[in-house]
């Protein structure tokens, strides 16, 4: 059994509405991604600075308490970050490929066109084409969610961890 997806719609209408139920989905896998991110990449860098923001706000740690597990926890945040942003981000990798197999089915005058499709005509120009500023854009905004954050927080923890 191949692992291809094909719809049976032939009516341009038909899969316009598909490709607005995929959109919208995406949308909203969108929002989750970014929000869980967030809220997890902020939980943890709030208890891995803990230990030096306590007497700016007047908290009191109790002295029972080693100061070192703060960065470990954030260590621990960013592992869970990663993986739990990873899972999301595959999830939209996944809709994105379907909404892009609803393009690619529509006529041509109705699908999108892309900056890497753009007909480029001087010699320099071309060599642009294939500079890593053009190839920039072909990353997803997704891998922000799933490598920079976790990576920034378990970065800043072992910092944190070395100056305890």
Known sequence: MSKEKKFDIESTSDLIQLL???????MHRDTILWSNTIKLFLAGLIVTILPYTAEL???????????????II???F??????????????????????????????????RQSVLDLKISS?????????????IFNISISNIA????????????IFVITTI
């Open 57 to 71: 706000y007047n908290l009191r740690i109790p002295t029972t308490i080693n100061m070192k597990i703060f960065p």
């Open 20 to 26: 607005n139920v995929y959109e919208n989905e995406w």
């Open 123 to 135: 010699k320099s120009s071309k060599r642009l084409k294939d500079n890593f500023v053009l190839r």
């Open 146 to 157: 799933t490598v920079i954050l976790p990576t920034v927080l378990l970065i800043l923890s």
């Open 78 to 111: 960013s592992v869970i970050l990663f993986f739990i942003s990873g899972a999301y981000a595959s999830r939209l990798t996944a809709i994105g490929n379907t909404i892009r197999d609803i393009i690619s089915m529509l006529e041509y005058r109705y699908q």
């Open 74 to 76: 954030g260590i621990v």
